[in-house]
């Protein structure tokens, strides 16, 4: 049997010399051509793929944050400054205008050190990028030369029948059914970036309140539309019981509270007090935990009533089930009220849940009640704080003093999660204490420490 398997053998291959024997076959086979070079073509394939990630789309958003800032900044700068031509008094005024303006000379200062950082970086990853790709094209050049099998015009075949397999079995799926729209069902897209602090203030009480949260009303009633509001927690860094408006966005940045303060109540802790920072305004309400209950309260702050929609058993709070970062736990973050171009939200968690993030949304009304409701597959203590964008829930972790990432979003319309989204906060302080999303501008508002700051979210029509 071996014998003729050997003879077998040697019929197949080139053969230039063979020894005669009764019992086995001696074959000793040349190719004339040169071997082709298989993990050369390896290595030009990652260095390929290594091109990829450097040059990818996250790049080119980083960037466009850092001039949207920019922009927004200088023409921040050039409204302030012309205010303070017309009305500085020479006094009290004009003392604090400057500071303003002072601060803001210094962020637009720090912003251009950083752009151009990222602009050499760039241009260093051009550099290099188009030195890469002409090695890859003259090395692929020389291995189709030695390419005799057709190895690698095999590959490029198949890597287009794929493709063409890959679009056909879509189009088979789809037939029949209404083109999706490219964005999604958010009307502004997919998440893909955040830009670099539109606003930084510590406002009229800089350092005195730790956790607090600030933003606008998405539905504000006629005439305070330009209102931003904010809640200070003045108890114990637990509690409030009044919210304080503002009538545009440099009264909020000069603390100047023209419409004053809205009292929930005259005690605090009490009944009705705010407990936590984690508050929302929508349609001239505020909704917030009911102090040393698993409720979601909602303060009217025209008739100044409060009405309360109880939570499902088993629900954490009393810092049961709070947000963490790295090293410690954000006290009275067990419930978590959010907004967004649909309404008001609220995230928790439950017993039945094992800790996990729980979203259900608040029916609008005098009386608050609650809609349907999602459990997900994330955490709540590996998260320091969540909010909703077109009905989509999105949570941040810490990852140092600098940086927070917005790494995981959850899809109510369709159910779907991803856990690396990799979006990154550039923040001005090492903690995040609350979130609030507005839909007028498209603006995140972060208290941290004391302190105020915005972003632009950017967003994409297409999900690369």
């Not at 990028?129 to 050049?141: C, F, I, K, S, Y």
């Not at 303060?299 to 409060?306: A, D, E, I, P, R």
């Not at 007028?440 to 208290?447: K, M, P, R, S, T």
Request: charged share 20%; glycine share 8%.
């Amino acid at each position: 049997m071996i014998v003729h398997v050997m003879v077998a053998l040697c019929a197949l291959l080139p053969v230039s010399q063979q020894a005669p024997s009764p019992d086995r076959c001696v074959c000793k086979v040349e190719n004339p051509d040169k071997l082709f070079p298989h993990n050369k073509l390896g290595m030009l394939e990652e260095n390929a793929t290594r091109c990829n990630v450097d040059n990818s789309p996250q790049k080119a958003l980083e960037l466009q944050g850092l001039l949207l800032g920019l922009e927004r900044r200088l023409l921040q700068l050039e409204s302030d400054t012309s205010v303070l031509e017309r009305e500085d008094d020479g006094d009290l005024y004009g003392v604090i205008s400057l500071k303003l303006l002072e601060n803001q000379l210094q962020e637009v200062q720090q912003l251009l050190h950083r752009l151009r950082s990222t602009t050499v970086t760039h241009q260093h990853l051009t550099d290099s990028t188009a030195g890469l790709l002409d090695t890859l094209r003259r090395e692929l050049g020389l291995l189709e030369v030695l390419d005799s099998t057709g190895v690698v015009k095999t590959r490029r075949e198949n890597r287009v029948l794929m493709k063409q397999l890959d679009q056909c079995g879509k189009q088979q799926e789809a037939s029949g059914q209404e083109t999706p729209d490219p964005a999604g069902h958010c009307a502004l897209g997919w998440l893909k970036n955040v830009s670099e602090p539109r606003v930084f203030s510590e406002g009229e009480f800089p350092g005195s309140h730790k956790y607090g949260a600030w933003g606008r009303d998405p539905r504000p009633p006629p005439g305070k539309e330009s209102w931003y509001w904010l809640v200070m927690m003045t108890s114990g860094n637990s509690y409030a019981n009044s919210v304080r408006r503002y009538s545009s966005l440099r009264a909020l940045i000069a603390g100047e509270s023209g419409p004053g303060n809205v009292e929930i109540s005259s005690s605090n802790p009490g009944t009705d007090t705010i407990q936590g920072p984690n508050v929302a305004l929508y349609g001239e309400a505020l909704y917030y935990n009911c102090y040393n209950r698993a409720a979601v309260c909602r303060f009217n702050l025209t008739s100044k009533s409060v009405t309360s929609v109880q939570l499902p058993a088993g629900t954490r709070y009393n810092s049961k089930g709070d947000f963490c970062s790295l090293d410690e736990c954000h006290k009275f973050t067990d419930l978590d009220l959010a907004t967004d171009e649909g309404g008001v939200w609220v995230v928790y968690t439950t017993i039945q849940h094992k800790g996990n993030l729980v979203l259900s949304k608040v029916q609008e009304g005098d009386i608050p009640m609650l809609n349907q409701t999602w459990s997900t597959s994330v955490y709540k203590q590996e998260v320091t704080n969540t909010f909703m964008v077109c009905g989509t829930l999105y949570a941040t972790r810490y990852i140092d003093t600098r940086f927070e990432e917005i790494f995981y979003s959850f899809d109510t319309t369709t159910g779907a999660e991803k856990f690396n989204l990799g979006i990154f906060i550039h923040k001005m302080s090492p903690n995040i204490y609350s979130l609030n999303y507005s839909p007028l501008d498209q603006a995140l508002h972060l208290y941290c420490d004391s302190k105020m700051v915005s972003y632009k979210l950017l967003f994409s029509k297409f999900p690369f």
